[in-house]
């Protein structure tokens, strides 16, 4: 199957510290990476899109600069939350996708909930 | 543009009994439906999908689900609820064509199974 990780699980910071987040697919390589946010009891709120080797694209409403993305290989992709603040507390979850292997299904990481004290 | 209802953001059943989660659609392409389940503090695991092959498609853990097109659903359904499938369920669709897959979510539904 389809394997995608997150590292860590969880993590707790201080304000104003920034946090990285990996998001790895480990049996296959990923052209496309996804990067979501889940606030409790709601739906995954699509953050941004991005492709190896290229700008990610931020959905409407999302600071890039608040979120950086980096997208530096086939297996690899990076959400940077810097200068987290208490409203950044939040569970992100990646997906990735690989269309001539898999079409347009996405693969789901297991999720980094984030606590900003 | 697409779009997903999830009619229920609550479905309560009893133990052993028929579990039905409604999900509607609207693309302007033909989709390909997902459902995924979340359990607390998990990400997503896929039950099933429909990609333009059988219209009833099974899934994981006795899960399954009908593509009506003249109804545009995907609801899902299992004959008897277990007490491990009290969790959040997702519908989700992908375009399948237009240049885009981004993926659009339905807001949930949580499952909850009584003993």
């Known amino acids: 199957g389809a394997v995608v990780s997150q590292h860590p699980s969880r993590v707790i910071c201080k304000s104003g510290t920034s946090v990285k987040i990996e998001c790895r697919s480990l049996?296959?390589?990923?052209?496309?990476m996804f990067w979501y946010r889940q606030f409790p009891k709601q739906s995954l709120m699509l953050m941004a899109t991005?492709?190896?080797?290229?700008?990610?694209?931020?959905e409407q409403g999302v600071e890039k600069d608040k979120f950086l993305i980096n997208h530096a290989s086939l297996t690899l992709s990076t959400l940077t939350v810097t200068s987290a603040h208490p409203e950044d507390s939040s569970f992100y979850i990646c997906?990735?996708?690989?269309?001539?292997?898999?079409?347009?299904?996405?693969?789901f990481g297991p999720g980094t909930r984030l606590t900003v004290l | 543009a697409q779009s997903v209802t999830q009619l229920d953001s609550h479905v309560s059943v009893s133990e052993g009994t028929p579990v039905l989660l409604r999900c509607n659609y609207s693309?302007?392409?033909?989709?390909?439906l997902f459902w995924y389940v979340q359990h607390p503090n998990k990400g997503l695991q896929l039950l099933l999908k429909y990609t333009s092959a059988a219209t009833l498609v099974k899934g994981i853990n006795g899960f399954e689900a009908e593509f009506k097109k003249s109804e545009t659903s995907f609801h899902l359904t299992k004959p008897s609820a277990h007490m491990s499938d009290a969790a959040e369920y997702f519908c989700?669709?992908?375009?399948?064509?237009?240049?885009?897959?981004?993926?659009?979510f339905g807001r949930g539904t949580s499952l909850i199974v009584h003993p």
């Open positions: 989700v669709v992908i375009p399948t064509s237009g240049g885009s897959y981004i993926p659009t």
């Open positions: 997906s990735a996708r690989h269309e001539a292997r898999f079409y347009n299904e996405q693969f």
């Open positions: 991005s492709n190896e080797g290229s700008k990610a694209t931020y």
């Open positions: 049996d296959f390589q990923a052209t496309t």
């Open positions: 693309s302007s392409y033909s989709p390909s």
